[in-house]
């Protein structure tokens, strides 16, 4: 019996892949949105050999599955259309897909911020009630946090309806319905946040190891893999203590969790990301950061990396890349200081410099005690601004003034600033406020400001007489009121470089992954 099985297994493995039938992800199903203008990718899986022919919009592909079994077909671009059509696979089975739409196709992805609901937005039953609008179409991948690259997930398109609209990502959603409306086409939501996740978690563990730059973050994870057995009964204690003590706070984690969660390098983007890759898609939408804050410094070089490498695996090129800074939070301080939360803003606004991408930024937008503002809907359209702007050619301001040069002329530093728009402003009516100054001694104290120019800020103080470096908005929750005549904020900048809290520990001290 077993060399009969043995013998079925073999032949089996040498002749490729057996399937009972030809078989799409879910990110093929009913409902789904395909991108306009440019050729459009359609995947799945069937016996391997195996001729499959895909139609769909009066285009006929066809192609063959791998050894693997795996098989792609590529249509021609495609014209947005609102008519819901049928797309059809044929294999050694049929699969029919219903009321399929073409327009433009985004993905949403990030942590908690992302993944926040319109019911948990401001304005949720107003929200609720004028969610009518059936040619956006949502998809969320469930979290799953692995080591190996997974090929599918569960998962289904919904049509946006009042009844439907309360799990969409409120960021996504906002964002798509800007565009909507000033696109008139359908729009497609891809929504894969993971709240709490680290970025480390979104790039494959091998790419990490490639930079000497992660390898603290790697080892500490290394070690938590060896130890997984002695951990978890460690844990267990704590677990017990716990109880006995009235179960008082938050229980201490699993270690076994935590090898499934969304700090593990690589687990997410094997999990949540490496099921859609390839779906032919506009561009993507981004709200991190609060995860990796403690690792500020290291996210200058994480983030271009982690946006870099799902280009490549993406093969559209170097498609529109937009992200959300961090917003303020956390009390306000009496005095400047340092600030790690500025400095992984600062890492982000650094990001900028990758081909086409934008910032959104919005610290004006936060909420001092809690890390998630109800506020999605200008957040959302700070983000559409730059897709409006940069993809879709409306004549519009979509970047927030942003630090160019300065000037020490005296005791006085003259700051100017790129892509002011209509020009500098504040928001009330009092002269600007949360600029900072300094001398040789390193000590910032605040700043009196007067905007000179429509792109030029005067900065001083009474206390240095001999000025060298000035910052803006350099704080966890900073007071501040800058902004261009659009109403974009001023982005949040430093003229030196004295003192960064996050740089990393030298090789051999020891550090802790966030959790």
Same mark, same amino acid.
């Given at each position: ?117 319109? +019911?948990? &937005?401001?304005?949720?039953? #107003? @929200? ?8 956006? =179409?949502?998809?969320?991948? %469930? ?88 951990? +978890?009964? &460690?844990?267990?204690?704590? #677990? @017990? ?8 706070? =938050?229980?201490?984690?699993? %270690? ?90 600062? &890492?982000?606004?650094?990001? #900028? ?163």
């Amino acid at each position: 019996m077993k060399k009969t099985l043995f013998a079925v297994l073999s032949l089996v493995a040498g002749s490729g892949f057996a399937f009972a039938e030809v078989k799409l992800p879910a990110i093929f199903t009913d409902h789904m949105v395909l991108q306009r203008s440019r050729p459009v990718n359609i995947w799945g899986w069937d016996n391997a050999g195996q001729d499959v022919t895909v139609q769909f919009a009066g285009q006929s592909v066809v192609a063959k599955a791998g050894t693997d079994g795996k098989w792609m077909a590529k249509l021609q671009p495609l014209e947005a259309s609102a008519v819901a059509r049928q797309l059809k696979v044929e294999g050694s089975s049929s699969v029919l897909i219903q009321d399929v739409l073409v327009g433009e196709v985004w993905l949403c992805s990030g942590q908690s911020n992302m993944e926040w609901s319109v +019911t948990s &937005a401001d304005d949720p039953d #107003l @929200e609720t009630l004028t969610a009518k609008y059936p040619l956006i =179409r949502h998809i969320t991948v %469930p979290k799953v946090g692995i080591q190996q690259p997974q090929k599918d997930f569960v998962g289904k398109w919904d049509v946006c309806t009042p009844e439907t609209i309360g799990q969409f990502s409120a960021v996504g959603y906002f964002f798509g319905r800007t565009l909507h409306q000033a696109l008139g086409v359908p729009i497609g939501l891809i929504d894969n946040a993971w709240g709490g996740s680290a970025a480390e978690a979104w790039v494959p563990r091998g790419v990490l190891a490639a930079d000497p730059d992660f390898k603290s973050y790697l080892d500490d994870w290394s070690a938590r893999e060896k130890n997984l057995e002695a951990n +978890t009964e &460690a844990w267990l204690k704590a #677990l @017990e203590q716990w109880r006995d003590g009235g179960a008082q706070g =938050r229980a201490p984690q699993s %270690p076994v969790d935590q090898m499934k969660g969304n700090a593990r390098p690589g687990n997410l983007y094997n999990g949540c990301l490496h099921p859609i890759i390839g779906y032919t898609l506009q561009g993507a939408i981004w709200y991190q950061g609060e995860s990796n804050a403690a690792r500020a410094y290291n996210y200058r070089k994480l983030f271009p990396l982690m946006i870099t490498h799902w280009r490549k695996e993406w093969a559209q090129g170097d498609f529109p890349f937009y992200w959300v800074q961090l917003a303020d939070f956390k009390e306000e301080q009496p005095q400047p200081g340092d600030s790690a939360w500025a400095e992984l803003q600062e &890492a982000q606004t650094l990001t #900028l410099k990758l081909p086409n991408t934008g910032q959104a930024v919005i610290n004006d937008l936060g909420e001092a005690h809690d890390i998630h503002p109800k506020d999605k809907q200008n957040v959302a359209k700070r983000l559409a601004r730059h897709a409006l702007a940069k993809v879709y050619g409306f004549k519009i301001v979509a970047e927030s003034p942003r630090y160019l040069s300065h000037e020490v002329q005296g005791s006085k530093v003259v700051v100017t600033v790129q892509q002011p728009g209509g020009g500098l402003d504040t928001f009330d009516v009092r002269e600007p406020k949360g600029f900072a100054i300094a001398g040789s001694d390193h000590k910032f104290v605040w700043a009196e400001a007067k905007i000179v120019a429509p792109n030029k800020i005067e900065v001083w103080s009474s206390s240095v007489t001999q000025p060298l470096a000035v910052r803006y908005a350099w704080a966890d929750n900073p007071v501040c009121n800058v902004q261009n005549a659009e109403g974009l904020p001023l982005t949040p900048f430093r003229t030196d470089d004295w003192n960064t809290t996050t740089l990393p520990a030298p090789a051999g001290a020891a550090t802790t992954a966030a959790r």
